[in-house]
C-alpha cells in the first residue's frame, strides 16, 4: 500500500478505535488530527503519520499492538508500541516508564511523541486548561532530560522549548 493508503487507514481505524471517546469537550479525532498535523510540519514519513493518528489507541482503546502490526505493518507498530504509556501506579511512574522505552526507540517513534506533546501543549493553551499546561510544563524538564538527543529533531524541540517558555 502506499503511503496516502497507509495514514487514510490508520485515520479510519483511530476513528473507529476512539469511538465515542472525546478529547475535553471535542470528539478524539480533534486531538489525533492535531498531532498528525505537527508530525507535518517537520520532516516525517507516511509511516509517522500514520502513527500519529493510532498514538492513543493501544494505551486508551481495546486495540492490541499486534492487531495495528497486521492492519499497518511493524513500522507503525513499533512506534505506537513505544509511545503507548506503560504501566504504573501513578502518572509520574507511567511517564517515567514511557519515556525509558522512548529513549531506546527509534527517531521516528521520538518524534511522534514529541509532536503529541507539541499537540497537547498547543491544545491546553487553546482551551484555556492551564491546570494541563501547567502539568505539562512540570513534566517538560524530564522529557527533555530522557528524549533530548543532540541533532535529533532539533526544530522540534525548539518548539516545545517556545511554548513551555
Not at 91 to 99: N, Q, S
Not at 100 to 107: F, I, N
Not at 131 to 158: I, K, N, S
Request: glycine share 4%; charged share 30%; no cysteine.
Amino acid at each position: 500500500m502506499n503511503g496516502d493508503e497507509l495514514v487514510e487507514r490508520a485515520r479510519a481505524r483511530a476513528i473507529a478505535a476512539h469511538g465515542d471517546q472525546r478529547y475535553g469537550d471535542q470528539p478524539y479525532r480533534v486531538h489525533l488530527e492535531h498531532v498528525e498535523e505537527v508530525v507535518r510540519r517537520f520532516p516525517h514519513t507516511p509511516v509517522m503519520r500514520a502513527a500519529a493518528w493510532l498514538h492513543d489507541a493501544v494505551e486508551d482503546t481495546p486495540l492490541t499492538i499486534e492487531e495495528v502490526a497486521a492492519e499497518l505493518g511493524d513500522e507503525v507498530a513499533a512506534i505506537v508500541a513505544a509511545v503507548t504509556d506503560q504501566p504504573g501506579a501513578n502518572r509520574k511512574e507511567r511517564k517515567a516508564r514511557t519515556l525509558a522505552v522512548l529513549r531506546a526507540a527509534s527517531p521516528e517513534a521520538r518524534a511522534v511523541k514529541l509532536a503529541d506533546r507539541i499537540a497537547n501543549l498547543e491544545a491546553s493553551r487553546r482551551n484555556g486548561r492551564d491546570d494541563l499546561f501547567a502539568m505539562y510544563v512540570r513534566e517538560h524538564v524530564e522529557l527533555r532530560r530522557q528524549l533530548h538527543v543532540a541533532g535529533e529533531h532539533d526544530a522540534q524541540w525548539t518548539l516545545l522549548e517556545s511554548l513551555v517558555g
